[in-house]
């Protein structure tokens, strides 16, 4: 898999380049997130989180959490006892916390500095793991993979939301326009960050989307992968289970 980064003149890795991104670009984050995809990412999250509904979940981890809008959606579709959601980005996490406090959430979703490659909570203490457009940004996937699987309880499950590539005529041809002229001219307008909105669509590019992400999924551990494309294919959801 080819490791795109956000800043390719910048000697950092991809990790400390990604949070330094997303610190950058937090303050205009959920705003962009809405307008680029004309509100529908809150629709892809609804669908997500909605394959955790009556399965007894008392406790989930949110991870690449940002500003939080996958955790609250945990919150309105099954309310477990513990939300947590953890992000190398500090100032992502500070609009989500923020936006919590507003939204009297605070008490119910705890947002904390978290590494999805080095998790800081024990062996199966989560009845499942969710996490929205995130996978993507991780340095090393399998390493994130792993350790999601290895802080999920026996049975727990995992929720991938993503981008994926669609593949259908006319949206494919649409899709490649909007993403490689309109969305990084807008978004370097709008958020003052010159890389992240071309790193966007480039690291979408390069993601092993589909069935290439369940067999990576199913290497890793998981079982009972499956996925299913939302919007023509712009996102897909994954699920997979830990033994
Ligand atoms: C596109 S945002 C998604 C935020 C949120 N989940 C949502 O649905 O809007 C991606 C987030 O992944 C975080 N991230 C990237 N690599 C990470 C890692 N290794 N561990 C934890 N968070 C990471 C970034 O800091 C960023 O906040």
Request: charged share 25%; net charge positive; aromatic share 12%.
């Amino acid at each position: 898999m080819e490791n795109i980064t956000p800043y390719k003149e910048s000697a950092d890795d991809k990790k400390k380049q990604v949070a330094d991104m997303f610190n950058n670009i937090a303050w205009r984050y959920d705003f962009l997130n809405h307008f680029f995809s004309l509100n529908i990412d809150k629709y892809w999250r609804r669908k997500a989180i909605a394959n955790l509904r009556n399965q007894n979940i008392k406790s989930v981890l949110d991870i690449a959490t940002g500003t939080g809008d996958l955790a609250i959606e945990v919150y309105k579709q099954i309310s477990p006892d513990k939300i947590v959601g953890i992000d190398i980005s500090d100032g992502m996490l500070a609009v989500g916390k923020e936006k919590l406090k507003k939204m009297n959430l605070d008490q119910y979703i705890t947002l904390k500095t978290g590494d999805s490659e080095n998790i800081q909570f024990p062996t199966a203490s989560f009845d499942a793991v969710t996490v929205a457009f995130g996978v993507r940004n991780f340095a090393h996937l399998t390493v994130g993979l792993s350790e999601i699987l290895r802080v999920l309880r026996p049975g727990g499950k995992l929720v991938i939301l993503e981008f994926s590539k669609p593949s259908v005529f006319p949206v494919k041809q649409f899709y490649t326009l909007y993403s490689k002229y309109i969305l990084p001219l807008i978004g370097k307008i709008v958020s003052k960050d010159k890389a992240a909105y071309t790193y966007l669509p480039e690291s979408v590019k390069a993601f092993p989307d589909g069935s290439k992400l369940t067999d990576i999924m199913r290497e890793v551990g998981f079982t009972d992968v499956s996925y299913n494309i939302l919007t023509f294919g712009i996102v897909s959801v994954y699920i997979g289970s830990k033994k």
